[in-house]
């Protein structure tokens, strides 16, 4: 950025100074929330007019507190396996049931996150191996694309015994029986909704590219799903008006499953934060402005707006990247862009409620595959075998977990399966959660390791200086730095940049990575070989 560029103000003089812009950005923003929020919630197994009631909170309210300026907060794609598992655990069959205990769960969770930001664990994201979030993100993507190719084709898959199917690896196992037993009509609906999903965006002429390929999904769904008469079993429903909505659903007597409760409080607090504050880290690499988000602050923000969307009968919200990165397309400027699309939403939801009765719940699970296949894309398995070996191997192991367990299990043996590749690429142990440090003036002596585990402290020493200040990092004694680390270097170095400052890496050229990427983890010349031989032989 030139220094000389003028940051667009914030708070009401930002609100003058950028209406048009932002008014513009929230209104395409919400033409793509209002399909994907739709279909977030139907696949979440709540009420689908919910989906809406969250991204109107994530909006009007939490725009007022985020730390972010460019970040749009609603429901996430990525939360729909936690959501749609609370309901039924919580429900034992009854969904509506589960929905009702699974809110007094996310309100715990939602003053969880609060307390998160309070106490500045906005740092939370650093701690984890970018390679296992990857994994995770990824068995995401595999689950959505799972469940919702069925409801693509009009099939709801049950076992023997009639019960619906929600496992994924037997909801993937169930794909060829689907296949053999389409509901033509839907699948019509489907499938061309499908097809525009993937090539929309491959079209080149610029003003048909900022119209969202959900919306053109609509305009041809809709009209063709009444076209070949399909009932009200395929189609998105409300029981209830708006304003019928707007009261207390919270139920707590779910805490008598004392363990499912506990279970699902700190998957929506700890997963949810997490796609949040990556979420935020990305789009800061998105601002034309190069401005810096307060991570603590927005946590606080997403807290206080899934307390809210909880007592509103809403699904849990974060920071959502899809809708975000359009934000920043769209040339949005200030946090209003966020309220704005709030207002449109609340527009919506007052006026052109009816109007949801008419999308097909095929078109809908077409977008949602849309964002599962972005989210486990074959191109995250080429990008991480680029960066390296031990990268993909923490990469898979996590995919694998969590679709045979589930988030916290995948991440969990992911984060171990790092540790473990760390002893056999010879970081020192003690050096694994504690680093090594020394600063002498303007110059941060790291020694055994920089590694994902211990990270944070070395990162704190960093803190301590300005990035306007000329900082160098000292990496000549370092056996190993790993992914993770190079990674944040690289994004810290632009920081540095940005501020008028430089951070000097130094003794990198000591080390050789694994591969040819610059994200590359990095070891000893000398000891690279015989560590990466033994680690390909414990695959």
């Not at 977030?40 to 991204?55: H, V």
């Not at 079993?233 to 019928?244: K, M, R, S, V, Y």
């Not at 972005?374 to 995250?380: I, N, R, V, W």
């Not at 050229?509 to 983890?521: E, F, G, M, Y």
Request: charged residues 15%; glycine residues 10%.
């Amino acid at each position: 950025m030139n220094k000389k560029t003028t940051l667009p103000k914030d708070g009401i003089q930002g609100l003058k100074e950028n209406i048009v812009a932002d008014s513009l950005s929230g209104f395409l923003v919400f033409l793509l929330a209002l399909p994907l929020s739709l279909g977030i919630a139907k696949a979440s197994d709540f009420p689908p007019i919910m989906g809406l009631m969250t991204a109107m909170v994530g909006g009007l309210v939490v725009s007022f507190f985020a730390g972010s300026r460019l970040t749009i907060k609603g429901p996430a794609a990525g939360l729909i396996v936690i959501v749609a598992g609370s309901v039924a655990e919580f429900g034992q069959g009854d969904s509506i049931l589960g929905w009702h205990l699974a809110l007094g769960a996310l309100l715990v969770a939602g003053l969880l996150q609060v307390l998160f930001g309070m106490i500045r664990m906005g740092s939370l994201v650093d701690f984890f191996p970018l390679s296992a979030v990857h994994g995770m993100l990824a068995a995401i993507g595999v689950i959505i694309m799972s469940k919702q190719v069925h409801v693509l084709l009009g099939i709801n898959p049950v076992n023997e015994l009639g019960k619906p199917i929600v496992e994924p690896m037997e909801l993937i196992a169930e794909i060829p029986h689907t296949l053999m037993h389409i509901d033509p009509k839907v699948a019509v609906v489907g499938l061309l909704s499908l097809l525009i999903v993937f090539l929309w965006p491959r079209i080149k002429q610029p003003l048909l590219k900022k119209i969202p390929a959900p919306l053109v999904v609509l305009t041809m769904a809709i009209p063709l799903a009444k076209l070949l008469g399909l009932g009200k079993g395929h189609l998105i429903h409300f029981d209830q008006d708006f304003i019928h909505t707007l009261a207390w659903n919270e139920r707590f007597d779910g805490f008598q499953q004392t363990g499912i409760f506990i279970k699902y409080v700190i998957m929506f607090a700890l997963v949810g934060s997490l796609e949040s504050l990556l979420t935020v880290k990305a789009v800061d690499m998105l601002d034309p402005y190069h401005r810096k988000s307060n991570a603590n602050k927005d946590l606080v923000a997403v807290g206080i707006g899934n307390v809210v969307a909880s007592l509103l009968g809403g699904l849990p919200m974060i920071s959502e990247v899809a809708r975000s990165s359009a934000n920043v397309s769209n040339g949005a400027k200030t946090r209003w862009a966020n309220f704005f699309h709030g207002v449109f939403i609340l527009i919506f939801l007052m006026l052109d409620l009816q109007f949801s009765d008419l999308i097909p719940f095929s078109a809908l699970a077409a977008m949602l595959i849309g964002v599962g296949f972005k989210l486990a894309s074959p191109k995250e398995f080429g990008r991480m075998a680029k960066i390296g070996p031990e990268q993909l191997v923490v990469f898979c192991v996590t995919i694998v977990v969590t679709l045979m367990t589930d988030l916290l299990v995948g991440i969990g043996v992911g984060i171990l399966v790092k540790l473990v590749t760390q002893f056999i690429l010879g970081v020192p142990l003690k050096s694994t959660f504690k680093a090594r440090t020394q600063t002498q003036d303007q110059t941060i002596v790291v020694t055994g390791a920089a590694v994902f585990s211990n990270w944070l402290g070395i990162k704190k020493h960093i803190d301590k200086h300005a990035t306007s200040s000329n900082l160098k990092l000292d990496l000549t004694q370092c056996n190993v730095v790993d992914h993770t680390v190079m990674d944040n270097l690289i994004h810290l170095s632009n920081d540095f940049d940005n501020a008028g400052g430089k951070l000097d890496l130094v003794g990198l050229d000591l080390l050789i990575p694994t591969s040819k990427s610059n994200h590359a983890l990095s070891t000893r010349m000398r000891e690279k070989s015989n560590r990466l031989d033994h680690l390909g032989n414990t695959k």
